[in-house]
């Protein structure tokens, strides 16, 4: 069964201050690693993408990836009450195309 | 249009009634994915089409589930004989081609289809 591990949350921070995102998956041969922001009601909205291990930054975000830790995180600098909402962690089946979820962190931001 | 369309947009049966959901996906792209979401958590995989081939479908909860894509581009899944346990959002995504031991590109959602079964 291979799982893809994320605290639910609610993770409450201050805004302008950076928040952390974990994710761990259990399958040693994925490749390529995912995160997704989904508002309440809304449709999955990819947020990053990360395939080698080391840092990946784009603006505000920054994914990590640690594969001998079977670890991926995502830090939001300077959060926005809009940054609120929920963060999916996504993994690739290793063997195909399918990914599997984590079931989410709520990220609430307070102005 | 521009990103993956799926329709309609919310859907109330009766228990017992067939459904039929359908996802029309980004211009171009080969893959395409259903994924179940239950309120509170991540979306679960389906099926997956690459093309017109359904290559995988070992997601699928029961033999009442059938998804279909006949010319490569707009999919239909159908749930026949709907039970309460069905009521979730059902997201499409597709994706430019990516195959077995190749680096996923990544998916693209559509704003799913919230089935409400009564």
């Known amino acids: 069964q291979k799982e893809v591990e994320q605290n639910s949350g609610p993770l409450s921070v201050p805004e302008g201050a950076i928040a952390s995102l974990n994710c761990t998956y259990s399958?040693?041969?994925?490749?390529?690693f995912f995160w997704y922001r989904q508002y309440s009601g809304k449709s999955p909205e990819l947020i990053m993408s990360i395939y080698s291990n080391g840092d990946k930054e784009d603006g505000r975000f920054t994914a990590q990836l640690n594969k001998a830790s079977q670890y991926v995180s995502l830090l939001i600098r300077d959060s926005q009450p809009s940054d609120s909402a929920t963060y999916l962690c996504a993994v690739d089946g290793g063997a195909g195309n399918m990914l599997t979820f984590g079931g989410g962190t709520r990220l609430m931001v307070k102005p | 249009g521009a990103g993956v369309s799926q329709s309609p947009r919310y859907k109330v049966a009766k228990r017992g009634q067939d459904v039929a959901l359908r996802c029309d996906p980004i211009?171009?792209?080969?893959?395409l994915f259903w994924y179940q979401q239950a309120l509170g958590q991540g979306p679960e995989f389906l099926t997956y089409f690459q093309n017109e081939a359904q290559l995988d479908k070992s997601g699928l909860p029961s033999d009442r589930f059938f998804a279909e894509r006949p010319e490569g581009s707009v999919s239909t899944l159908k749930i026949q004989r709907t039970q309460q346990e069905d009521s979730a959002v059902y997201l499409c995504?597709?994706?430019?081609?990516?195959?077995?031991?190749?680096?996923?590109?990544?998916?693209?959602f559509g704003d799913g289809t919230r089935l409400s079964i009564l």
């Open positions: 211009s171009g792209h080969v893959s």
């Open positions: 399958d040693r041969v994925s490749q390529s």
């Open positions: 995504a597709s994706s430019l081609a990516g195959g077995r031991g190749t680096i996923n590109q990544p998916q693209h």
